[in-house]
């Protein structure tokens, strides 16, 4: 069982930054994608961004790219996402993920472990 922490969130204004930042409760054995995802008020869950285990690999939402960086820390397992350039459309509450999967794929298609998710609020 994989437990999943973020920190990071908060209110920023447009076209300011946040890092977010998802920690892992324990070590594993097993290689998992680790990534972000997204709920915005009234819309349903949406992929952010991903990368592979081994950090060489890494897949974003389209309307995430130059905007977005995900990085990972696989002494820690722990994974970062550097959120620039905000705007309110991204308002949401940011959820980290892990899938099991191969070192070098950077796809999420279903996360088995997920955390509470961190709030973030972009004002205009």
């Known amino acids: 069982q994989v437990q999943l922490v973020e920190s990071g969130g908060g209110l920023v204004q447009a076209g300011g930054s946040l890092r977010l930042s998802c920690a892992a409760s324990?070590?594993?054995?097993?290689?998992?994608?680790m990534g972000w995802f997204r709920q915005r008020p009234g819309k349903e869950r949406e992929f952010v961004a991903a990368i592979s285990w081994n950090g060489a690999n890494t897949y974003y939402a389209d309307s995430m790219k130059g905007r977005f960086t995900i990085s990972r820390d696989n002494a820690k397992i722990a994974v970062s996402l550097q959120m620039n350039s905000l705007k309110p459309e991204d308002t949401a509450v940011y959820l980290c993920a892990a899938e099991l999967a191969p070192a070098t794929v950077p796809v999420m298609t279903r996360p088995q472990y997920w955390g509470q998710g961190t709030p973030v609020t972009v004002s205009s």
């Open positions: 324990a070590r594993t054995s097993s290689t998992y994608v």
